[in-house]
């Protein structure tokens, strides 16, 4: 019997011990034993819940407690579950983690600790919720140079993003929405900013070159200011806006960066809708494959954990390499990469064209007090340079 304690009995939480639970005699079979909840890590109490006598609040009970050989982390932010994971591999337990906070600023090291001990530090929640990714990315596409990997990685705004095309909701109305169905992040500022898929792409994009991005060097924008107006022109375009994160190899270097950008039907990740992720990844060999599934929410993101926890429990004495050096990547600068780009300004045609060269004007309904047009295709620095001579409303990149 493999004893384990998890740390947060949140949405994720509780979604693993539901995914114990319900699927015991099959995790069982498939670990080699069976895996018992022996403590719950949290602040709050919980009556009447099936694991209520479980609830510990002093995590010394957990790491003094030689019978816990595995740690589940899902409480979030760095602090105190770095110190808390690094603790319990220290102390001879593997750590299972869904936190990407915690997994792109201190995976390196902490995959470092556990092979220096024969244990294992996983984290396959930790991007794109219940897509299988890190594995296929760690051992099915090995033999490959994976040259470019673009996901919509974050559930909350690809919900909201949806809903306002579809239904017309407004940004506030579907943010609430999403935070009720247990997608959003605490403060879902990282989720509209951007910031969550930012991580996410960062961990990606370590796991690819083997060695640390930060992702504070990513650029990265997010869907705050997609108005119901740009979503009219999106539409009249036959296109739909996504939050993409996207890191591609150009020459030498990975270059990456988090934007809204206008897909076309004939994109892979169009019809990707709703609260669902997708990861498209090309490899040298492999050429195009995607990875599509449900990116947040409990029972998604807990079955990816749990399923780390069978894995640590199939190799307990040994340890699962993972390469991810501490040694920092050296990014390429998006500003080189090419894009045509939707722009909205306060403008003329001729001003506009004198600023850009050829542009493709849109119109809609209603809409007579801007211009809105696309451009040619053009590098980030030859738009910058352009844009910085109208007074532009809203930008959105075009594949
Ligand atoms: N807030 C995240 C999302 C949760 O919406 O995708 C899963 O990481």
Same mark, same amino acid.
């Given at each position: 019997?493999?004893?384990? @304690?998890?740390?947060?009995?949140?949405?994720?939480?509780? *979604?693993?011990?539901?995914?114990?639970?319900?699927?015991?005699?099959?995790?069982?079979?498939?670990?080699?034993?069976?895996?018992?909840?022996?403590?719950?890590?949290?602040?709050?109490?919980? !009556? *009447?819940?099936?694991?209520?006598?479980?609830?510990?609040?002093?995590?010394?009970?957990?790491?003094?407690? !030689?019978?816990?050989?595995?740690?589940? %982390?899902?409480?979030?932010?760095?602090? =105190?579950?770095?110190? /808390?994971?690094?603790?319990?591999?220290?102390?001879?337990?593997?750590?299972?983690?869904?936190?990407?906070?915690?997994?792109?600023?201190?995976?390196?090291?902490?995959?470092?600790?556990?092979?220096?001990?024969?244990?294992?530090?996983?984290?396959?929640?930790?991007?794109?919720?219940?897509?299988?990714?890190?594995? =296929?990315?760690?051992?099915?596409?090995? @033999?490959?140079?994976v040259e470019e990997v673009t996901g919509?990685?974050?559930?909350?705004?690809?919900?909201?993003?949806?809903?306002?095309?579809?239904?017309?909701?407004?940004?506030?109305?579907?943010?609430?929405?999403?935070?009720?169905?247990?997608?959003? %992040?605490?403060?879902?500022?990282?989720?509209? %900013?951007?910031?969550? $898929?930012?991580?996410?792409i960062a961990i990606l994009t370590s796991?690819v070159c083997?060695?640390?991005v930060?992702?504070?060097?990513i650029?990265?924008?997010?869907?705050?200011?997609?108005?119901?107006?740009?979503?009219?022109?999106?539409?009249?375009?036959?296109?739909?806006?996504?939050?993409?994160a996207s890191s591609w190899l150009n *020459?030498?270097k990975y270059t990456a960066m988090v934007? !809204?950008?206008?897909?076309?039907?004939?994109?892979?990740?169009?019809?990707?809708?709703?609260?669902?992720?997708?990861? /498209?990844v090309?490899?040298?060999?492999?050429?195009? $494959?995607?990875?599509?599934?449900?990116?947040?929410?409990?029972?998604?993101?807990?079955?990816?954990?749990?399923?780390?926890?069978?894995?640590?429990?199939?190799? /307990?004495? +040994?340890?699962?390499?993972?390469?991810?050096?501490? %040694?920092?990547v050296?990014l390429g600068?998006y500003?080189?990469?090419?894009?045509?780009?939707?722009?909205?300004?306060?403008?003329?045609?001729?001003?506009?064209?004198?600023? /850009?060269?050829?542009?493709?004007?849109?119109?809609? =309904?209603?809409?007579?007090?801007?211009? @809105?047009?696309?451009?040619?295709?053009? +590098?980030?620095?030859?738009?910058?340079?352009?844009?910085?001579?109208?007074?532009?409303?809203?930008?959105?990149?075009?594949?």
């Open positions: 019997m493999a004893k384990i @304690a998890l740390l947060g009995y949140g949405t994720i939480g509780q *979604g693993v011990a539901e995914v114990l639970r319900v699927n015991a005699a099959s995790i069982a079979k498939r670990a080699g034993q069976e895996i018992e909840i022996k403590y719950i890590l949290d602040l709050r109490e919980f !009556p *009447g819940d099936i694991n209520e006598d479980k609830v510990v609040h002093d995590y010394s009970v957990i790491a003094n407690d !030689p019978e816990v050989s595995i740690v589940v %982390e899902m409480m979030g932010g760095i602090e =105190p579950a770095y110190t /808390f994971c690094k603790q319990a591999l220290l102390a001879g337990k593997s750590v299972a983690t869904s936190n990407k906070a915690l997994v792109i600023k201190h995976g390196a090291e902490l995959i470092k600790i556990a092979k220096e001990n024969s244990l294992n530090f996983l984290f396959e929640a930790s991007v794109g919720g219940g897509i299988p990714i890190i594995r =296929p990315l760690l051992s099915c596409l090995t @033999a490959d140079v919509i990685l974050n559930g909350t705004t690809n919900y909201m993003m949806y809903q306002m095309t579809e239904n017309g909701w407004e940004f506030d109305d579907i943010l609430r929405e999403a935070q009720a169905k247990g997608y959003a %992040e605490a403060d879902p500022t990282a989720d509209i %900013e951007g910031h969550d $898929a930012c991580r996410k796991l083997g060695k640390q930060d992702f504070e060097e650029h990265c924008e997010g869907i705050t200011k997609i108005s119901a107006t740009d979503i009219k022109y999106a539409k009249a375009m036959g296109k739909k806006i996504k939050l993409l *020459g030498d934007s !809204p950008v206008m897909l076309p039907p004939e994109h892979p990740l169009y019809n990707v809708d709703d609260v669902f992720n997708a990861v /498209f090309h490899g040298n060999m492999l050429d195009d $494959a995607m990875f599509y599934g449900r990116g947040a929410g409990s029972l998604p993101t807990a079955s990816a954990v749990a399923a780390d926890i069978v894995d640590i429990v199939k190799h /307990f004495g +040994s340890h699962i390499a993972i390469e991810w050096a501490e %040694e920092k050296t600068d500003k080189e990469a090419e894009f045509k780009y939707f722009v909205r300004a306060k403008a003329s045609a001729v001003e506009a064209e004198a600023a /850009f060269g050829p542009i493709a004007c849109i119109f809609i =309904p209603g809409v007579t007090d801007e211009i @809105a047009f696309v451009t040619e295709s053009m +590098s980030g620095a030859a738009y910058e340079e352009a844009a910085a001579k109208l007074d532009i409303i809203n930008m959105i990149r075009m594949k």
